[in-house]
């Protein structure tokens, strides 16, 4: 089977099938493991909006066997490296009540057993995470846009007590990213809010990969790359801004 960059909802599947029976082969069957899918994994399990990731984030409980698991898996089908990784309990927005808030999904060669984590959770860690480069706000709007489609609607009070939850409130949500799930509230218009979130991320990553390849060490993580990219807006939206107040000015220009 040749490699996928990607992960897809079914290719995801396959490779934790995959990873299950070698996990059983060398761990036995006395010590059972579970993986709680994170982030892109889960959205992709979960919903039809997103068609991909790039890995799998998980928070894993599993003996030592579950590593080189997922190393031989890895090396069988020529995935990248990481391709099932815990970097993310090392970010803002892991917390160590994920594992209670997670949800069942599914169980494999009935030894490992797959978790996801519930919607408004998943959109608490969007929050907190709030890359403008990734899809952590397109992701967000995704949810609440399914969710209402299908008559089951996550309210901002939902979202509010699991933000509080896990963190202990909206200290690590910037403030950017609260006006705009305000306001997204105020109109309900979800499926606007995806198709704008999602262009915007794409932008911002076109802009990103062109600053770094001038500027390679100026950004030095992840605050500094939403730091950057908020100051961008920030700048687009005083000349939007500008132009609309002084239309007649601006075109003689």
């Avoid at 901002?156 to 896990?166: F, P």
């Avoid at 605050?223 to 687009?236: A, G």
Wanted: charged share 25%; aromatic share 12%; no cysteine.
């Amino acid at each position: 089977m040749s490699f996928e960059l990607n992960f897809t909802k079914d290719n995801l599947g396959f490779y934790l099938k995959e990873l299950s029976k070698i996990f059983r082969k060398l761990n036995g069957t006395k010590m059972p493991a579970e993986i709680i899918l994170i982030g892109g994994a889960a959205i992709l399990v979960n919903y039809g909006f997103r068609d991909m990731t790039n890995d799998i984030d998980a928070i894993i409980h599993a003996s030592s066997a579950m590593k080189e698991a997922i190393n031989f898996v890895g090396d069988k089908f020529q995935l990248p490296n990481g391709w099932l990784n815990t970097d993310f309990t090392r970010t803002k927005s892991y917390s160590d009540r994920l594992t209670q808030v997670s949800v069942y999904f599914n169980t494999y060669s009935n030894i490992l057993s797959v978790r996801t984590i519930a919607a408004e959770y998943l959109i608490a860690m969007k929050l907190v995470s709030g890359r403008q480069y990734k899809n952590d706000l397109s992701d967000i709007a995704g949810v609440l846009w399914e969710h209402k489609k299908n008559g089951n609607p996550i309210s901002y009070e939902m979202i509010d007590n699991a933000i509080v939850e896990l963190y202990g409130g909206w200290s690590d949500v910037s403030d950017r990213i609260r006006i705009i799930l305000s306001e997204v509230f105020k109109s309900g218009d979800f499926e606007k809010l995806y198709n704008d979130t999602r262009k915007s991320e794409i932008e911002s990553k076109k802009v990103l990969i062109e600053f770094e390849g001038k500027y390679p060490d100026a950004l030095k993580n992840g605050d500094d790359v939403n730091s950057f990219l908020e100051n961008i807006h920030k700048t687009k939206s005083e000349r939007k801004e500008n132009a609309e107040i002084f239309p007649a000015e601006n075109g003689k220009q």
